[in-house]
Nanobody
Framework: QVQLVESGGGLVQAGGSLRLSCAASGDTESIHASGWYRQAPGNPRELVATIDNRGTKKYVNSVKGRFTISRERDRKALYLQMNSLAPEDTAVYYC??????????????WGQGTQVTVSS
């Protein structure tokens, strides 16, 4: 079992920055990949950025060059540095952790979400 708790959301003006944090506890050694997702009202949840145990990072095109994902080596903390924020970044941001068994996803864990609101 893995527990995830996000923090760092809030209200910011367009062009501003926020840093999201996600504290992981429990069986963190079993985590293979961690990521950030977001969901705006009326929209499906979408992937924002991921990082795996090799340090490979992936981003959705809309945040490339503006957002940076990072993770502590012990996998107990995940971060998302968000710069040059725009109103379209407004959403609830969720922390995600994936546990694999071989090549198969065994289970995905989610945090409760943190609201990010960007005013124009």
């Amino acid at each position: 079992q893995v527990q995830l708790v996000e923090s760092g959301g809030g209200l910011v003006q367009a062009g501003g920055s926020l840093r999201l944090s996600c504290a992981a506890s429990g069986d963190t050694e079993s985590i293979h990949a961690s990521g950030w997702y977001r969901q705006a009202p009326g929209n499906p949840r979408e992937l924002v950025a991921t990082i795996d145990n090799r340090g490979t990072k992936k981003y959705v095109n809309s945040v490339k060059g503006r957002f940076t994902i990072s993770r502590e080596r012990d996998r107990k903390a995940l971060y998302l540095q968000m710069n040059s924020l725009a109103p379209e970044d407004t959403a609830v941001y969720y922390c995600n952790a994936e546990v694999y068994s071989g090549l198969n996803l065994q289970r995905a864990y989610w945090g409760q979400g943190t609201q990010v609101t960007v005013s124009s």
